[in-house]
């Protein structure tokens, strides 16, 4: 008889990563739309003459906010999909307005340095994802030389300078996830320990208690109460020994300070 095949099993830090995604999404939408209406005015009070494109490209990425924040309420395991494609797409609108209004260079490469870095640090996604997330503003960056924005040698450096940034974001990223994923595995193996040790304490064929600092009664295994006659409910809080009389008590005295 064949055994039914098995399903891939997901990494448990994966399926926590994306719960984490989806739960800080909402946070970096915000962001993205406070940044922009405050960009929105600030260059239509400066620049008056701009206020057409201006308006224009904000309510564009204000749409595309509003829907990649339904979808990813709706469907919350595909965040990550979301999320990557509206920051190349906010990067490719960036990079298309500065050329279009023929903004100074250096204005296109701060708000694209400030997309990728705030990316970095709000959705913390890796540094794959990271490096992925970047392709739509690197990939768009060379319309400002094709529109006769700037000269070459600016161009470049600029560009030599937005590689920088998005090298450091994507080195950044990387490291947050990896000091992430090993947390969420000491963590799990924390965790199963505890249910061990835990079953130990359960199981065990001889009274067992656990006290807190004050010498009272924390937690005491089946045992135990079988021995007292007792409920777990009628000892806990108490102090040790819960029985007996004052002989008793003495005998016990020395021992648990020293414990103590």
Same mark, same amino acid.
């Given at each position: 008889m064949m055994k039914p095949r098995r399903g891939p099993v997901d990494d448990p830090y994966d399926v926590a990563f994306r719960k984490e995604l989806a739960a800080r999404a909402p946070g970096g939408f915000l962001l993205f739309i406070g940044c922009l209406l405050l960009? $929105?005015? =600030?260059? #239509?009070?400066? =620049?008056? *003459?701009?206020? /057409?494109?201006? %308006? !224009?490209?904000?309510?564009? %990425?204000l749409v595309l906010t509003a829907v990649s924040w339904a979808v990813v309420r709706m469907r919350p395991r595909s965040a990550l999909y979301v %999320?990557?494609? =509206?920051? &190349?797409?906010? !990067?490719?609108? %960036? &990079?298309?307005?500065?050329?279009?209004?023929?903004? &100074?260079?250096?204005?296109? #490469?701060?708000?694209l340095t400030a997309l990728l870095a705030c990316t970095a640090v709000v959705l913390r996604w890796g540094g794959g994802n990271q490096a992925t997330a970047a392709l739509g503003s690197l990939l768009a960056y060379p319309i400002h030389l094709e529109q006769g924005v700037t000269d070459p040698w600016t161009w470049a450096a600029g560009g030599a300078y937005l590689l920088v940034v998005i090298g450091m974001s994507v080195f950044g990223a990387a490291l947050y996830d990896r000091y992430q994923r090993? !947390?969420?595995?000491? #963590? $799990?193996a924390l965790r199963e320990r505890e249910a061990r040790l835990q079953s130990y304490f359960d199981l065990a064929p001889v009274g067992t208690a656990v006290l807190s600092a004050d010498g009272t009664l924390r937690e005491v295994n089946d045992d135990l109460c079988r021995l007292l006659g007792c409920t777990p409910g009628g000892v806990l809080q108490q102090p040790?020994? /819960?029985?007996? !009389? /004052?002989? *008793?008590?003495?005998?016990?005295?020395? /021992?648990?300070?020293r414990a103590l």
């Open positions: 960009s $929105a005015f =600030f260059e #239509i009070v400066r =620049f008056p *003459d701009r206020r /057409p494109w201006m %308006l !224009g490209y904000a309510a564009a %990425l %999320l990557l494609v =509206f920051v &190349n797409v906010a !990067g490719v609108a %960036l &990079n298309a307005y500065h050329a279009e209004v023929r903004a &100074n260079l250096a204005m296109c #490469i701060w708000t090993r !947390g969420m595995q000491l #963590i $799990a040790w020994p /819960p029985f007996g !009389g /004052p002989t *008793d008590r003495a005998v016990e005295a020395a /021992p648990l300070a």
